[in-house]
């Protein structure tokens, strides 16, 4: 919970101190919310709590209820960071610096969010729902949302300034789907190699890594093989790769992301 209130500080302090006074605008719930402001001038904490209560209220079925109760809990302290009063104006001569300094700041703010299972519901559950119906990433479904609101900030930001929330939104997409892929993410790793039982039990004494052996059949030929697969973090990759070198130089190693690792004994299964 405390990832998700940091989260969203980070957001808030971002759309208060770089979206705002550059005359910016976003995507999904909170364009709505730039729009009211800029149009009419309505707070920016009111019309985001109405408008993301709202959606909570739709949507709260699409996810498990631990993420319905972090997206509550980070709505209700998104009002109040959005509320806090703005002490400092930054006025930069070249807008495109708080464009991307935004972008770059949203973007880890929102996947830091996602990664302890919330959302600041908006563009963050269209995202999510994406993700889940089409397989699309997280990042890239909030975008596509994003970039239909952002369409009315012409006539009230301008054309320059609304290519510039373009601009903005794909910085956010970017560096989200970078802190997602590589902050707390999962790789596996999969060996082939006819040394398999002596890199499976070094890697087993020096990292107490879990791992299973599959049993295959080479297409061309025909001879048995036998293979390792592992789900590592990033940080335990780097020393996976240099020990199964070390006993195989010519091992197949293959490393790819997953998105989602779950189990109710992982060191069981593998």
Same mark, same amino acid.
């Given at each position: 919970m405390l990832g998700v209130a940091v989260g969203v500080f980070i957001y808030s302090m971002t759309y208060n101190y770089l979206l705002l006074p550059s005359h910016l605008g976003e995507g999904g719930a909170m364009g709505i919310t730039a729009l009211l402001?800029?149009?009419?001038?309505?707070?920016?904490?009111?019309?985001?709590?109405?408008i993301n209560t709202?959606?909570?209220?739709?949507?709260?079925?699409?996810?498990?209820?631990?993420?319905?109760?972090?997206?509550?809990?980070?709505?209700?302290?998104?009002?109040?960071?959005?509320?806090i009063p703005v002490?400092?104006?930054?006025?930069?001569?070249?807008?495109?610096?708080?464009?991307?300094l935004a972008?770059?700041?949203?973007?880890?703010?929102?996947?830091?969010?996602?990664?302890?299972?919330?959302?600041?519901?908006? &563009?963050?559950?269209?995202?999510?729902?994406?993700?889940?119906?089409?397989?699309?990433?997280?990042?890239?479904?909030?975008?596509?949302? &994003?970039?239909?609101?952002?369409?009315?900030?012409?006539?009230?930001?301008?054309?320059?300034?609304?290519?510039?929330?373009?601009?903005?939104l794909y910085v956010y997409s970017i560096f989200t789907n970078q802190f997602l892929a590589n902050i707390g993410a999962k790789k596996a790793v999969l060996v082939v190699s006819p040394k398999y039982r002596e890199i499976?039990?070094?890697?087993?004494?020096?990292l107490d890594q879990e791992m299973t052996i599959f049993n295959g059949t080479g297409y061309y030929s025909d001879a048995d093989q036998h293979m390792l697969y592992m789900i590592a973090s990033p940080r335990r990759v780097m020393k996976l790769v240099p020990i199964i070198e070390k006993e195989d130089k010519n091992a197949l190693i293959v490393i790819d992301n997953i998105r989602s690792a779950r189990g109710l004994d992982m060191r069981r299964i593998l």
């Open positions: 402001y800029y149009a009419f001038g309505v707070p920016s904490y009111l019309s985001n709590l109405i709202i959606l909570i209220a739709i949507g709260y079925k699409l996810f498990e209820k631990k993420t319905t109760y972090l997206t509550i809990w980070a709505i209700a302290w998104m009002t109040v960071f959005l509320k002490i400092y104006h930054y006025h930069p001569q070249e807008i495109i610096v708080p464009t991307l972008g770059a700041l949203t973007g880890i703010s929102i996947g830091l969010i996602f990664r302890y299972n919330g959302t600041i519901a908006g &563009d963050t559950i269209v995202g999510k729902l994406l993700n889940y119906i089409f397989g699309l990433s997280i990042g890239t479904g909030s975008l596509l949302f &994003d970039l239909i609101i952002v369409v009315p900030f012409v006539m009230l930001i301008g054309f320059t300034n609304t290519i510039l929330t373009v601009i903005y499976a039990v070094t890697i087993s004494q020096e």
